[in-house]
């Protein structure tokens, strides 16, 4: 029998504050195990003590989103401030705008093309005869023809996914990466902000309640679920089962830190489309603040690679060979009691940072739905899926 009536939360980024906060307010007690010293997992943000810039420790991370509720929902906790993600590549030793729009066609190509000429010569370059594209190779082929996707799309995916693009699904390139207008705004959602105080500062005011007992640095074994009612598990799904049966595949991050006296780049993000540059983006930090004025500024080099088992996952692979494996721990999960999976590495999902607090709140009411009803909470209330 549990020892306490409180629930636990394995995990104090996005999809454990988020679930704490929920339940805390409908009177149920929480404890919050991260491993890490600090909240807000991979969204954890820090001052830089040499320059004073913002820093996005594990990467940067921009909030869009078209999900109303999510957007009230963060702003509760943190004031947003207007931003723009606004992208740049280098390819061939040229700068370029991204998402490809029509700037970035009449540059490359040296045209000066209206949009509806656009979409037409873009068109005519597209590999029509792939009309059932097999991988996403063959994916970029058929929206954009051979020269744009050689310049912008191969080297980096290459870099990024550690595989030739045809090894990799059609779905990955989900929509055509073509704007036939001047817009550079990376993304189509009607909110998009930066939290003022930092990722960091937002989900400590998540995590504030009384209700909440939080435990950082701590590592919560799959044994301890017997002193709680119930458990939220927002690690990796085979971590949860010590990975025995193997390794679900992920990509992880290299940060190369550098810091310069002045503005490095002039722009947030600068990627490097050739596969001949070993990395795949700078990111300059202080950009992702406008608001704010540093003469110093703090830049990281990324380097994308197979994840190790000591690696802090980012990217799940999701190839065949993934997918079987994780229909195994789907299956052993379903067996387990009082155990709920949540969030991207519980789910062996990639979600963006709305997805992942939209899911959060459909859990923490579906679990207390069912408290309610004295009805058994599910094992996945978003369960994993090609």
Same mark, same amino acid.
């Given at each position: ?22 339940? #805390? ?7 919050? &195990? ?10 954890? =943000? ?28 963060? *702003?509760?906790?943190?004031? &947003? ?26 540059? %490359? +190509?040296?045209? =000066? @093309? ?21 991988? %996403?190779?063959?994916?970029?082929? !058929? ?8 310049? %912008? ?19 990955? @390139? ?9 817009? $550079? *705004? ?13 990722? =960091? ?6 995590? $504030? ?21 119930? =458990?939220?598990?927002?690690?990796? @799904?085979? $971590? ?94 379903? #067996?387990?009691?009082?155990?709920? &999976? ?11 940072? $709305? ?24 094992? +996945?209330?978003?369960?994993? !899926?090609?």
């Amino acid at each position: 029998m549990p020892r306490t009536d409180a629930i636990a939360i394995v995990g104090a980024g996005l999809s454990g504050a988020v679930i704490a906060r929920e339940l #805390a307010q409908a009177g149920q007690a929480v404890e919050v &195990f991260d491993q890490r010293p600090h909240m807000a997992g991979n969204c954890h =943000t820090e001052r830089d003590g040499e320059t004073g810039v913002m820093v996005h420790v594990y990467g940067p991370h921009i909030f869009h989103t078209d999900d109303r509720e999510v957007w009230d929902y963060v *702003n509760a906790f943190e004031t &947003f401030r207007p931003y723009k993600n606004r992208v740049k590549t280098i390819s061939g030793g040229k700068v370029y705008s991204l998402p490809i729009n029509l700037h970035t066609i009449n540059q %490359f +190509f040296g045209t =000066t @093309l209206r949009p509806d000429e656009a979409r037409a010569f873009i068109a005519g370059q597209a590999d029509r005869s792939l009309t059932e594209p097999r991988n %996403f190779e063959e994916q970029a082929l !058929s929206l954009v023809g051979r020269d744009l996707y050689e310049a %912008f799309l191969k080297g980096y995916t290459l870099k990024q996914w550690g595989c030739a693009p045809d090894r990799l699904p059609a779905s990955l @390139l989900k929509r055509l990466p073509v704007r036939f207008n001047y817009d $550079d *705004n990376y993304f189509f959602h009607a909110f998009q902000g930066m939290p003022e105080g930092g990722y =960091t500062q937002m989900v400590a005011r998540i995590l $504030d309640h009384p209700g909440i007992t939080l435990h950082l640095g701590r590592h919560f074994r799959r044994e301890d679920r017997a002193e709680f009612t119930h =458990t939220f598990w927002s690690g990796a @799904l085979d $971590d949860y089962f010590d990975c025995a049966h193997g390794r679900l595949g992920y990509r992880t991050l290299d940060f190369e830190r550098f810091t310069h006296a002045g503005d490095y780049q002039g722009c947030a993000v600068m990627n490097y489309a050739d596969a001949d540059v070993p990395f795949t983006r700078i990111t300059e930090h202080k950009h992702f603040a406008p608001w704010e004025a540093h003469e110093g500024s703090v830049c990281y080099r990324e380097v994308s690679r197979y994840c190790g088992p000591q690696d802090i996952p980012y990217y799940p692979l999701r190839l065949a060979g993934e997918m079987a494996l994780l229909s195994t721990y789907v299956s052993h999960a379903m #067996a387990e009691p009082a155990v709920t &999976f949540v969030g991207r590495l519980g789910t062996y999902r990639y979600l963006d940072m $709305d997805v992942t607090i939209r899911e959060a709140l459909d859990t923490a009411r579906t679990f207390l739905a069912c408290r309610a009803e004295h009805a058994a909470p599910p094992v +996945f209330v978003h369960r994993p !899926s090609a």
